[in-house]
């Protein structure tokens, strides 16, 4: 037995037949269930394979809890708090997206992903975003000044 080695040769061993087994007998499917498929399945360097659809699950919740301190249950709580949609009432939309502050770093909420990435084109700031709701006001109460139906988009005629 090698010094500092957790394991005897043999349990070594064993654990490497137990697995080669493991995959062997279910070898079209992932731990998750998913299938083996050319689409979802990736090559490791040393030549295993793996799902990506795990290796994408698995990402989403390793950069939620480490650059977002989001546990997955605190997501999940979050998720179901809001009925799965955006953060934002008038919205609507399925969430896509986990905001965070880009100056903490800390999770915030869960947001469809148009609107999360408006929040950080607008560097997450209130005051641009206030300056460009009070533009859209203006802008559209010319519009109605004018005569122009802002609330849906002109029929196109050619």
């Known amino acids: 037995m090698k010094k500092g080695s957790k394991h005897s040769e043999e349990t070594r ?20 269930n998913h299938e083996f498929t ?12 793996y799902c990506r659809k795990c290796y994408t ?10 650059f977002y301190d989001c546990p997955p249950e605190r997501y999940e709580q979050c998720f179901k708090d809001q009925d799965g949609l955006c953060i934002l009432p008038s919205c ?8 965070h502050s880009h100056a903490t770093g800390k999770f915030r909420g869960l ?6 990435l408006a929040i950080g084109l607008f560097s ?3 005051a641009l975003l206030r300056e460009a709701a009070t533009y859209l006001e203006k802008f559209n109460e010319q519009q109605q000044l004018h005569g122009t139906d802002v ?7 050619g």
């Open 13 to 32: 061993l064993k654990m490497r037949t137990t697995k080669r087994l493991r995959l062997v007998a279910n070898d079209n499917r992932c731990k998750r």
């Open 38 to 49: 050319p689409e979802n399945t990736g090559q490791s360097s040393s030549g295993g394979k």
């Open 57 to 66: 699950i698995n990402m989403r919740e390793w950069r939620r809890r480490g």
């Open 92 to 99: 609507g939309q399925p969430i896509g997206a986990t905001d």
């Open 111 to 116: 947001m469809c992903r148009s609107h999360n």
């Open 124 to 126: 997450d700031s209130p």
């Open 151 to 157: 609330s849906r988009p002109s029929p196109d005629n």
